[in-house]
Nanobody, 117 residues
Framework: QVPLVESGGGLVQAGESLRLSCAAS????????MGWYRQAPGKQRELVAG???????NYADSVKGRFTISRDNAKNTVYLQLNSLKPEDTAVYSC???????????WGQGTQVTVSS
């Protein structure tokens, strides 16, 4: 069973929006801090946004005010709403689930987001 399944990437124009989803198994989700990372070609992977089990969020400076992370504990799903997209947001976005005590760490398969100017 794949622990994390992502969806929602695609090709959009600058200024448009996308919503990414990451569904996890219940046994993982309830114990995990969830995060979205991205990696653009030739660059290191970076944290975009994270959310704790209690709903505390943090964001990269480059996306503050434009992206919103949320989690639906009933659906075992974390979302990333991407608004006002810019070409520099183009990357593979990956979902991450990290045990709140650091016991395990899972990654999704990644979803491509491409923003044209």
């Amino acid at each position: 069973q794949v622990p994390l399944v992502e969806s929602g990437g695609g090709l959009v124009q600058a200024g448009e929006s996308l919503r990414l989803s990451c569904a996890a198994s219940g046994s993982i989700f309830s114990s995990a801090t969830m995060g979205w990372y991205r990696q653009a070609p030739g660059k290191q992977r970076e944290l975009v946004a994270g959310i704790t089990r209690g709903g505390i969020t943090n964001y990269a400076d480059s996306v503050k005010g434009r992206f919103t992370i949320s989690r639906d504990n009933a659906k075992n799903t974390v979302y990333l709403q991407l608004n006002s997209l810019k070409p520099e947001d183009t990357a593979v976005y990956s979902c991450n689930a990290r045990h709140y005590l650091g016991l395990w760490n899972y990654w999704g398969q990644g979803t491509q987001v491409t923003v044209s100017s």
